[in-house]
Structure formats: structure tokens, C-alpha cells
């Protein structure tokens, strides 16, 4: 398969959320495939923060702590081209499911199996934007030890 292919299979998987497909291209190509981008510079991430995935998002953690890929480096605040990071797509996705509640619930027909579609919905959502909010401090607080070890590097020399 050509590396342009895997790519491809690659972010549709993140997409779509075909998580065992997206992780055995991840172990595949050993990380190299981490910071792929689409046509609209989106990568795993925002991909799968914009569809509601967070599977993905788990099998990126996952990823990192079996392989124990300190260097594997994905920014979390990256803009796609429509200046906007992973959280953001999330947040939005968020707000689109309680726009999608409040007008079901203003439907005459509610019902309680809808009730907790929207329920489970929404507790999905809520779980997304926490996982990629502690993913980015997670992030943030490796970056932070990292400057701190350069910083004394740094004064030692």
C-alpha cells in the first residue's frame, strides 16, 4: 500500500472512528503517521473531535503509554485550516447535540427511549471534550517538565 493510501485509511479511520483500523496503521507505521493531515489540514484529532470519536482519541493515549513515545509529538492546540483546534471542534459538537435537545424536547412526542438517547448523547459528548481537555494538559505538563529540563541544562552549562 502506498504511503498516500495509508494516510488516507489512516484519517478516514479517525473520521469515522474504525478504532482497531486506526490504531494498527498507527503501529504500523511505527508514529510516522501521527501528523497527517487532510485536505483541510485536519488531523486525527480534529477529526475525530468533530465526529463525536472519542475512541480515537483513547487509542492516541493508549498509543503513547504502551510505546512509551515521549517523543511522538502531536500540538493538541493545532489550527486546522479553519483556525481551529481539536477542543474546539469538540465543544462544538457538543453544542450541536444540546441545540439537537432542546429542540426534541420541544417536540409534543417526547418519549423516554428518546430521553435517553439524548441523555447518552450528551454524556458521550461531555466525555469527549474532558478527554481532550486532559489529554491537552497532559501534554502541556510533559512540554512544561521538558523546558524546566532544559532550562536547568541550560544553567548548568
Do not use: W
Not at 489529554?135 to 536547568?152: G, H, P, Y
Amino acid at each position: 500500500m502506498l504511503q498516500s493510501n495509508k494516510i488516507s485509511a489512516f484519517l478516514t479511520a479517525a473520521s469515522e472512528g474504525y478504532v482497531e483500523v486506526f490504531y494498527k496503521l498507527l503501529e504500523q507505521s511505527k508514529g510516522s503517521i501521527f501528523n497527517s493531515l487532510d485536505k483541510s489540514q485536519n488531523n486525527c484529532l480534529h477529526l475525530a473531535a468533530q465526529n463525536g470519536h472519542q475512541a480515537i482519541i483513547e487509542a492516541v493515549q493508549k498509543y503513547i503509554e504502551r510505546y512509551n513515545k515521549e517523543s511522538l509529538q502531536m500540538d493538541v492546540n493545532a489550527l486546522n485550516g479553519q483556525g481551529k483546534t481539536p477542543l474546539d471542534l469538540a465543544n462544538e459538537m457538543s453544542k450541536l447535540a444540546i441545540k439537537k435537545l432542546a429542540m426534541a424536547s420541544s417536540q409534543p412526542a417526547l418519549t423516554s427511549e428518546s430521553l435517553r438517547e439524548m441523555h447518552i448523547m450528551t454524556q458521550s459528548l461531555k466525555d469527549q471534550v474532558l478527554s481532550l481537555s486532559f489529554f491537552d494538559s497532559e501534554v502541556e505538563q510533559k512540554s512544561t517538565n521538558e523546558e524546566k529540563k532544559l532550562f536547568a541544562f541550560n544553567a548548568e552549562g
